[in-house]
């Protein structure tokens, strides 16, 4: 199986994540809760990158970092 996020092998756990997050305003919609399309499987690492991104609204993508 592969990471549907990084595409890297996943060796170990794996999560099914929600694309679209299930929360208090769509728990009951069955067509995000129970949608096949709305699901991906994703390695332990990029899960927790997701969660933590969402979490305090943070897009790694677009950061700027000078080290030197």
């Known amino acids: 199986m592969r990471c549907d996020m ?5 060796h170990g756990k794996s999560i099914v994540d929600h694309i679209i997050e299930i929360d ?4 009951q919609d069955e067509s ?14 990029c899960h927790n ?15 700027n970092i000078n080290l030197f």
């Open 6 to 10: 990084c595409g890297r092998l996943i």
């Open 24 to 27: 208090e305003t769509n728990y």
């Open 32 to 45: 995000i809760t129970l949608n096949e399309d709305n699901m991906q499987l994703l390695c332990l690492e």
């Open 49 to 63: 990158t997701k969660t933590f991104q969402s979490k305090i609204n943070l897009n790694l993508e677009n950061r």
